[in-house]
């Protein structure tokens, strides 16, 4: 597999006002996939259900990371996606205010 140095992979948790319901994803767009989501640019589940706040993130450097890691998250329960958010935010604050500029 070819890799590009220095590229990065993120894979976030995305959630609405009322932190109601969690999306995970996996983007190599970094913050632009997210903004996507925010703008509700695209038809889909993040536009339908309001999802507008990054709650989580972690970068990978391989894409296959990436992937297995959004995969294992999307198959953990509610209880276990909220400690993964709160082991690093536990205020839930927009991740994409404080660390992110649009």
Known sequence: ??????????VYIVTNRHHTVLYTGMTGWGYHR????????????????NLNKLVW???HGEVTQAIAREKQI?????????????????????????????
């Open 1 to 10: 597999m070819m890799r590009v140095e220095n590229y990065l992979y993120h």
């Open 74 to 102: 999307k198959r953990w329960s509610r209880k276990k996606k909220e400690w993964l958010i709160e082991m690093k935010n536990p205020e839930w604050k927009d991740l994409m205010k404080s660390h992110w500029v649009e």
């Open 34 to 49: 997210i903004l996507q989501h925010i703008r509700k640019e695209k038809p889909g589940f993040t536009k339908k259900y």
């Open 57 to 59: 993130y972690e970068e």
